[in-house]
T-cell receptor, first 115, second 115 residues
Framework: KQEVTQIPAALSVPEGENLVLNCSFT??????LQWFRQDPGKGLTSLLL?????REQTSGRLNASLDKSSGRSTLYIAASQPGDSATYLC??????????????FGTGTLLAVQP | GAGVSQSPSNKVTEKGKDVELRCDPI?????LYWYRQSLGQGLEFLIY????????KSGLPSDRFSAERTGGSVSTLTIQRTQQEDSAVYLC?????????????FGPGTRLTVT
């Protein structure tokens, strides 16, 4: 059974700092991995999706890497801003097609960027 | 274009009543998912629809939960005889195949409170 873990559970950093959020999964047979952010009382916003054949994806100040064989992904946020404060969730999708399209979510990292 | 929409945004109901939650996916997305987010359980998969295929109901917690998707578009999640443990945020997502790689886009959620 796939289990997804995120470390740390919470993180507080001063504005401008670069930071790394970690995600690990127990079953490396994934189709893709998605990083989301969730603001309080809101839904999920997709940040980056990495296919199993890819090593990393970049969007603006965000860079996500994937090491499928070791069951790890990292989300790197450069030059953090107070507006980055949110809960960050990673989720993996197993296999391909049919009943395996569901996402299995990690427990999230609550990020606070102090001005 | 319009994203995934859900209604109502908040629902308060008495224990034992039935509730219906609605999801409008992104136009053209063939896949639709329901997830539940609760304090003790994190984000968990409920049910998945893909085109005309039989839905994957493996995540539904009990037979009080059911969902349908009419005309390949709008979906309704029904909870019968609600219990206090059903209180959670119910999130809907949709995705398409092709270059997006089944990237899932989430709605704002429906917060259900059972009193």
């Amino acid at each position: 059974k796939q289990e997804v873990t995120q470390i740390p559970a919470a993180l507080s950093v001063p504005e401008g700092e670069n930071l790394v959020l970690n995600c690990s999964f127990t079953d490396s047979a994934i189709y893709n991995l998605q990083w989301f952010r969730q603001d309080p009382g809101k839904g999920l916003t997709s940040l980056l999706l990495i296919q199993s054949s890819q090593r990393e994806q970049t969007s603006g100040r965000l860079n996500a890497s994937l090491d499928k064989s070791s069951g790890r992904s990292t989300l790197y946020i450069a030059a953090s801003q107070p507006g980055d404060s949110a809960t960050y969730l990673c989720a993996v999708r197993q296999g391909y097609g049919g009943a395996t399209n569901k996402l299995i979510f990690g427990t999230g990292t609550l990020l606070a960027v102090q001005p | 274009g319009a994203g995934v929409s859900q209604s109502p945004s908040n629902k308060v109901t008495e224990k034992g009543k039935d509730v219906e939650l609605r999801c409008d996916p992104i136009s053209g997305h063939t896949a639709l998912y329901w997830y539940r987010q609760s304090l003790g359980q994190g984000l968990e998969f409920l049910i998945y629809f893909q085109g005309n295929s039989a839905p994957d109901k493996s995540g539904l917690p009990s037979d009080r939960f059911s969902a349908e998707r009419t005309g390949g578009s709008v979906s309704t999640l029904t909870i019968q005889r609600t219990q206090q443990e059903d209180s959670a945020v119910y999130l809907c997502a949709s995705s398409s195949a092709g270059t997006s790689g089944f990237e899932q886009y989430f709605g704002p959620g429906t917060r259900l409170t059972v009193t």
